[in-house]
Each structure stands twice: as structure tokens, then as C-alpha cells.
């Protein structure tokens, strides 16, 4: 109340989790220039239930205090396979916006390669604007990148990205575990993963190649195909022993 008195323009943030997750009891009102940051890996959305359980926080807190934070988690470049999920996140970014959420903060670390491809650059749009239309600006990205004729190619395989980490990861322990964020420490995400989509993945990106028309196009898609290749080999290896219960962790680096 002191600083609010001398300063009251000001906003003190705090990071809400473990002791401080849960809001005041029955609506209690705080000082509004209290904002918490929720710490939460926005990648649990893809389970309903933990989904859930984070918007009636959301929903709790927003009785005590009018502006809200988020603390999110979206780290990449630990993971083998690029972790996005473009689609869940833009609808994830919305209902924050509209549900209290007016402030973001991210631990991103894409890694040194940037394998994610638009990931950043959809969230930065998105946080502008959680109106904009997402696939018009995803288009915009992958035909900058590669070309008209063979972003839809490159599209396909982040597609097939998210469908891994929003569908088939969460039947692992791995994505379970009951965790404020995923364990980046850990390859058991892979458990899920099939060999064949690592197939598809591939003729994707070969298909980007070829479909590339400029020489600055085909140096990207060219570039893009072989961040996949460097991980490739390591990619059959760790999910083989993981299938035959081999325990190794990787933290690509």
C-alpha cells in the first residue's frame, strides 16, 4: 500500500505457483495493482481435464484482481521433435485474452537450429492481436520461407507436428506426470512416436525441396530438411530403445 500511495501507476507482478497458485477464498478483493503470472506449460491444454482445471483458476482469480499473467513454458530446442502446436496455441491465446489474461511472459529457448519454424513468430502475432486470423499468418510465414508451390509441404509436417504433441504424446507417462511443466530432461515423450510418421515427415520435406522454385527458396527448404536429417538417425535410435524399454534421456542441444 506504501508504494501504491507514492506510485499508483504502478503494477507489482508476482509468479503464482506451488504455495501461491490458489486464489483468495470466496472472491476476496486484493490490491489491483497485484497481477499473478500463472505458471503453466500451455502444452497440458491438450488434456480437458487439466485444460479445465486451469481455466476455473483462471476464472477464481479473476473474482480478486482485474489483470491477470500468465508464466508459460514453450521450450523447443530440448526436444527432438519440434514442439508446436500452432492451432491449440492461438485458441489457447484467446480465451486467455478474453478471460483476464493480459499479460505474457515465455521461457522459450528454441535452440541454436530453430527447428520450430513459425512457433515464435505465430505467438508474437498472436499476442498483438488474438483475433488475427492464425492461418493466414502461418501462409504468410511458410510461403516466405519456402515458396507458394512448397509451403504446403512444410505446413503439412508442422500439422503433423501438433497432431503428435496435442493427440498422440498424451497417452505417455511422460505427458501425465503431474507437472507445472513438461519434463525437457526427458525423452519418453518418444514412446509415442512411430517410425512411420517419421517416414511421412520426411517425404514431406523432400517434397519441399523439389516444389522450392528460387535459388534463396531452395537454400531454405534445403536448410529446413536438414535440420530434420541431423536428428534423424538419433530420433530411431532413442525410440527404439524407449519402445524396448531401454531408458536413455537426450536433451538435444
Known amino acids: 500500500n506504501k508504494v501504491i500511495a507514492k506510485h499508483p501507476d504502478c503494477k507489482l507482478p508476482f509468479l503464482a505457483y ?9 472472491g476476496q478483493k486484493l490490491n ?16 480437458p481435464v487439466r485444460r ?33 502446436y500452432n492451432k491449440m496455441m492461438s485458441e489457447h491465446l484467446r480465451w486467455n485474452f478474453e ?45 516466405c520461407a519456402v515458396g507458394k508451390a512448397a509451403a504446403p509441404y512444410y505446413k503439412k509436417y508442422f500439422e503433423k507436428m501438433e497432431q503428435f504433441w496435442t493427440n498422440d504424446v498424451r497417452s505417455t507417462a511422460w505427458f501425465k506426470a503431474r507437472r507445472g ?23 514431406l520435406l523432400n517434397n519441399m525441396v523439389a516444389k522450392a522454385e528460387t535459388p534463396i527458396q531452395k537454400q531454405r527448404a534445403q536448410y529446413f530438411r536438414k535440420l530434420f536429417l541431423d536428428r534423424k538417425s ?20
Open 18 to 26: 506451488h504455495s501461491v497458485l490458489n486464489p483468495p477464498k470466496n
Open 52 to 84: 479445465q482445471e486451469y481455466r476455473n483458476l483462471v476464472q477464481s482469480w479473476n473474482a480478486s484482481l482485474p489483470e491477470l499473467g500468465v508464466w508459460d513454458y514453450i521450450w523447443g530446442g530440448a526436444y527432438l521433435i519440434p514442439r508446436t
Open 181 to 203: 511443466y513438461s519434463s525437457y530432461g526427458s525423452s519418453d515423450y518418444l514412446e509415442a512416436f512411430s517410425l512411420d510418421l517419421l517416414k511421412e515427415c520426411e517425404e
Open 99 to 143: 478471460n483476464g489474461i493480459k499479460h505474457y511472459y515465455s521461457e522459450f529457448s528454441p535452440g541454436k537450429d530453430w527447428t520450430e519454424g513459425p512457433k515464435a513468430y505465430l505467438i508474437i502475432k498472436l499476442l498483438w492481436n488474438p483475433y488475427a486470423n492464425r492461418d493466414a499468418i502461418l501462409d504468410d510465414w511458410y510461403n
Open 32 to 47: 489491483p495493482a497485484l497481477i499473478p503470472a500463472f505458471a503453466f506449460d500451455s502444452m497440458y491444454v491438450a488434456d
Open 234 to 253: 538419433l530420433i530411431i535410435i532413442m525410440t527404439n530403445r524407449i519402445n524396448n524399454n531401454i531408458q536413455i534421456n537426450v536433451v538435444h542441444k
